[in-house]
C-alpha cells in the first residue's frame, strides 16, 4: 500500500494540472497565448491547486515563458532584434509565476535579469531580490542583480550589489573587481564589455546570443568611432570633408573594415556605414539594428 501512495499522489497532481492546461489552451486562439488573461494571476494560486506538483507546475510555466519569449522574438525578426521594442507585457508576470511555485529554480531569475530590465526595470530588480532572499548561496543572483543596476545607470548601487555577492566565498575574483569598474566606469563602453562578456557563460542559449549581440554592438560602436576619428582628421587636414568613401578606401581597409563594390566599409551586419557630408560625419545605415539610440 505505501509503495502505491507516491504513484497516486504524481496522478494526482497530474490530473489537476491537466484541466488547467486545457482551460489554458482553450481560453483563447493559440497564436495569443491568452495573452489577456495571463492564463492565472496568482502563482500562489497555482500552487494550491497543483496538490503538492508545486515544481512540476513550475517547469510547465517555465516552459510556457521560454515559448512566449522565443514566439515574440521570432515574430519580431529573430535573433538580434532590439528586445526593447516588442510588448512583452506577460514576461513579468508569467516569470513571478514560475518562482512563486518553484523558489529555488535559478533559471528564471537570470532570465529576467537579462531581458525584463527593458519591460519592467523595478519588476526585474523584485525578482532577483527575491531570488537572493531564497537562494542566498547563488553569488550569480547578485551578479545578475548587480547587471539590472548597471542597465539602469545605477552605477553605486551595482557597484555595492557586486561587492556583496563577492563575499560568498564560491564567487569568483571578478565580482570584486566589477564592483570597482561600477565605481569607476559604471557607464563607459569598457564596463559594459566586461559585464556581457561574463553572460557568455551562462547555461541558457537566449541569454548567450543576447550577450554576443550586444558584444557585437559594442565593436560595431568601436567601429564608428574610428571612422569618424579618420573623417574628422581628414578634414582637419584637408578643410574640407571627404567627397565619398573611396578617398578613404585605403585607410579603412587597414582598419580591417570590409568594402563592398562602391569601397563603402561595411558594419559587422554588412550594411554601408553613411558618411553624412552635411555633418560631416559618420553614422549606421538608417534603420539599423545595431544604432543603440
Known amino acids: 500500500m505505501t509503495a502505491r501512495i507516491p504513484i497516486f499522489i504524481v496522478l494526482a497532481g497530474l490530473a489537476g494540472l491537466y484541466p488547467l492546461q486545457r482551460y489554458i ?3 483563447k486562439p493559440r497564436d495569443t497565448v491568452n495573452e489577456e ?4 494571476t496568482s502563482g500562489k494560486t497555482l500552487k494550491r491547486m497543483s496538490l503538492g506538483m508545486a515544481s ?13 519569449f522565443g514566439r515574440k522574438v ?8 532590439d528586445t526593447r ?3 512583452m507585457k506577460l514576461l513579468a508576470p508569467l516569470l513571478d509565476i514560475v518562482v512563486t511555485l518553484d523558489p529555488h529554480e535559478i533559471s528564471p531569475y537570470r532570465f529576467g ?9 523595478q519588476a526585474a530588480i523584485d525578482l532577483l531580490q527575491r531570488g537572493i532572499e531564497a537562494n542566498p548561496d547563488q553569488w550569480r543572483l547578485y551578479q545578475d542583480l548587480g547587471f539590472i543596476y548597471w542597465h539602469n ?26 564592483g570597482g569598474l561600477m565605481r569607476i566606469k559604471g557607464g563607459s563602453r569598457e564596463a559594459a564589455r566586461s559585464i556581457y562578456s561574463r553572460y557568455l557563460e551562462s547555461d541558457d542559449e537566449n541569454i548567450r546570443n543576447h550577450a554576443k549581440w550586444r558584444l557585437g554592438q559594442l565593436d560595431a560602436l568601436d567601429q564608428l568611432d574610428a571612422l569618424n576619428q579618420l573623417v574628422s582628421a581628414y578634414k582637419s587636414q584637408l578643410g574640407s570633408c571627404p567627397s565619398d568613401w573611396r578617398v578613404l578606401a585605403r585607410l579603412t581597409a587597414r582598419m580591417g573594415l570590409p568594402l563592398n563594390d562602391r569601397l563603402e566599409p561595411l558594419d559587422p551586419l554588412g550594411q554601408p556605414f553613411v558618411l553624412d557630408q552635411a555633418a560631416c560625419e559618420v553614422k549606421f545605415s538608417p534603420g539599423s539594428r545595431l544604432d543603440t539610440k
Do not use: C
Not at 113 to 121: K, Q, R, Y
Not at 153 to 178: C, H, L, T, V
Open 25 to 27: 489552451d482553450s481560453s
Open 37 to 40: 488573461s495571463l492564463y492565472f
Open 56 to 68: 512540476l507546475a513550475a517547469d510547465i510555466y517555465w516552459i510556457r515563458t521560454v515559448q512566449y
Open 74 to 81: 521570432v515574430d519580431a525578426g529573430g535573433i538580434g532584434v
Open 85 to 87: 521594442k516588442i510588448d
Open 113 to 121: 535579469a537579462i531581458f525584463l530590465p527593458d519591460h519592467d526595470a
Open 153 to 178: 545607470g545605477q552605477y553605486q548601487q551595482a557597484a555595492e550589489i557586486y561587492e556583496r555577492g563577492s563575499a560568498n566565498p564560491a564567487a569568483p575574483f571578478w565580482m570584486k573587481d566589477a
